[in-house]
């Protein structure tokens, strides 16, 4: 049995897809739009050359145009200071005092926590707001007082 090349091309797309699907590299869908227009070229009776051109051209500049379309999105925050990630962060919680290593120990959440002060941050008592969340320590800002 003997295959078309357009038929090789659309077969070659499936591998790509299967592949990207096994391996989660959207990429991989991006090699697979350049063999899905290598397919069409060779339904349309271009050359080998051509299909192979064609393959190339559009399978590299969908994956350009991808990277470039990434690179453009902001990043998200670190996990230990991204809300998406960990609900504590923003959360307030009050702290009776701080120790002289900038440390505490804070009721939060039906338990205690230790805690310790974010850099720069005043070490005073009061209000203050979880910023991010290192293992099981609680990194607290003092709450900003409102505007008078």
């Known amino acids: 049995m003997e ?6 091309w659309w077969m070659a797309t499936g591998v790509a897809i299967a592949v990207e699907l096994t391996s989660g590299t959207f990429y991989l869908l991006m090699v697979a739009l350049g063999l ?35 690179a453009r999105q902001p990043h998200s925050a670190a996990a230990r200071e991204n809300r998406d990630v960990n609900l504590d962060i923003g ?33 005073a008592a009061g209000a203050h707001t979880v910023v991010a969340v290192e293992g099981n320590w609680l990194v607290l800002a003092p709450v900003a007082s409102p505007l008078k």
């Open 3 to 8: 295959f078309s090349a357009s038929t090789f």
């Open 36 to 70: 899905a227009a290598a397919a069409l070229a060779a339904h349309l009776g271009l050359s080998a050359a051509a299909q192979v051109g064609i393959a190339a051209l559009v399978g590299s500049g969908a994956t350009a145009a991808w990277h470039f379309q990434r």
């Open 91 to 123: 959360e307030n919680i009050h702290v009776d005092g701080w120790a002289a290593d900038r440390r505490c120990t804070v009721a939060y959440r039906g338990t205690t926590w230790s805690a310790r002060l974010q850099p720069g941050a005043p070490a």
